[in-house]
């Protein structure tokens, strides 16, 4: 590490920890305004940032047990990080094995190597009791290793008792880069594309449109980004279309359809042959929906403003898909600030928003219709918890029987129980379905 990136690193942290974690731009803005920072100096400046961010609690639990200096000094962090990383440590928490091998050559250029050897004395020891932490079972040193507020994994202990740990270990691991591909699409030509370029890739375990690649492929550079007749789109994310089971000729409503990632996917599973509305409480957000629309040429789908829908509607839709805003627990992989940020409090509000949400829609429906309610959380006060509620305030509503095997093939990674959830320890991010029915 030079020592312009070194004081860079310090700023970026020193930043981070004034600001705690409120700035969901830091990175972004200190980036636009240090434009003497390359691109090489960037992309190892962000991978340090984003490993104290990933390992917060861990770092700042040997920064005070072990080295007993302040949590919040950001030259020890970052040579902390740099002793762990240049220690294999890496290879046990899968930190980041990019970084693996860049210690020797590094911290000799600065002036820091009092400090730098005080940290590396204390290494053995320190590699020592991460060893213990291990192979503790309790809760609270799973959330020291895994850098999780232990609300989150006592939360998640009530829920998923068999699975708890792995979805908490899952929170710092890499997450993939999932395409949606039309029905229709040839997928030879984006296969061979990625084979041409030496990129690994997978065929989705759940949907046959999907494929799934590292998150690090800089898709710019590859020619089918040209012609981008594919939607980044995670896996999970696609099934909860599948789940819906659209069919062509019935009338469906996506309710909460923001930029319309569930609208589009909806027009290619029923063959553009279904009257689709598309709306949102913030209509700005459905603008995006007219650009991805016609660039696949869909006729099928209307995007109609809130109080037309509840004026000119009653009593129309065969479904209604909610895609309910929430906490977006499920998505903790890809965003390692969010587990910080959540509060119990917030996710309660949340719980009353989404019950709200879905009384709201009930003159919407004809009878005999349905309602898929669907989040990217993977609480149950966001999920399972407002369906009950929902369901016992409301009897002329019951749960569908959904027939995941065949829908979507088993996997070890969903977990059933009054609808389904992916859970984001395996290929997706975790996501909530459900559907319910209006009994005539
Ligand atoms: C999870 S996002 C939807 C993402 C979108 N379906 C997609 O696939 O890209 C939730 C959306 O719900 C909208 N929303 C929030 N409260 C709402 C409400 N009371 N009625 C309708 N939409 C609402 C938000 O504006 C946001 O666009």
């Not at 699409?185 to 890739?201: F, G, T």
């Amino acid at each position: 590490m030079t020592v312009f990136q070194f004081n860079n690193l310090k700023l970026l942290t020193e930043l981070s920890i004034n600001k705690g974690d409120k700035d969901k731009f830091l990175v972004q803005n200190f980036f636009q305004s240090k434009h003497s920072i390359g691109s090489k100096d960037r992309k190892l400046i962000r991978e340090y940032y984003f490993t104290y961010i990933r390992y917060k609690y861990l770092i700042n639990y040997f920064c005070t047990n072990f080295l007993k200096k302040e949590e919040n000094n950001p030259e020890v962090i970052i040579i902390l990080i740099h002793n762990l990383l240049g220690n294999a440590i890496e290879r046990r928490v899968e930190v980041n094995n990019e970084l693996e091998g860049k210690y020797n050559s590094t911290l000799e250029h600065l002036k820091l190597t009092d400090l730098d050897s005080e940290i590396r004395a204390k290494m053995p020891e320190l590699l020592n009791d991460f060893d213990k932490l291990k192979l503790s079972t309790d809760n609270e040193s799973l959330s020291i290793l895994h850098s999780t507020p232990l609300w989150i994994v006592e939360k998640l202990q009530k829920d998923y008792p068999k699975r708890y740990k792995q979805i908490v270990e899952s929170f710092n691991k890499e997450s993939n880069l999932s395409l949606r591909l039309p029905i229709n699409l040839n997928r030879d030509k984006i296969v061979n594309e990625l084979q041409a370029n030496s990129i690994p890739y997978s065929l989705g375990n759940y949907n046959p449109c999907a494929i799934q690649i590292s998150s690090k492929v800089d898709l710019n550079k590859l020619m089918m980004s040209k012609s981008p007749f594919f939607e980044i789109q995670d896996e999970g994310s696609q099934l909860i279309s599948i789940y819906l089971e659209p069919q062509e000729n019935e009338k469906i409503l996506d309710y909460c359809s923001g930029a319309g990632g569930k609208a589009l996917h909806i027009a290619d599973l029923t063959g553009d042959n279904a009257e689709i509305v598309a709306s949102d409480e913030d209509i700005i957000r459905c603008k995006e929906l007219y650009r991805r629309s016609s660039k696949f040429g869909y006729k099928s789908i209307k995007i109609v403003k809130q109080e037309q829908l509840h004026t000119n509607y009653k009593n129309f839709f065969d479904k209604v898909l909610i895609d309910a805003p929430c906490s977006g627990s499920g998505t903790l992989k890809r965003d390692p600030h969010l587990k910080y940020k959540l509060t119990l409090e917030d996710i309660n509000k949340r719980a009353e928003v989404q019950s709200q949400i879905l009384n709201e829609v009930i003159p919407l429906l004809a009878d005999g219709g349905e309602i898929c309610y669907a989040t990217c959380s993977i609480f149950y006060e966001e999920n399972q918890n407002v369906i009950t509620k929902f369901l016992a305030e409301n009897a002329e509503f019951e749960l569908v029987d959904v027939d995941v095997s065949t829908l979507i093939g088993g996997s070890e990674s969903l977990h059933i129980e009054n609808g389904l959830n992916t859970l984001p320890y395996l290929e997706t991010d975790g996501f909530y379905m459900v559907r319910v029915k209006k009994i005539i």
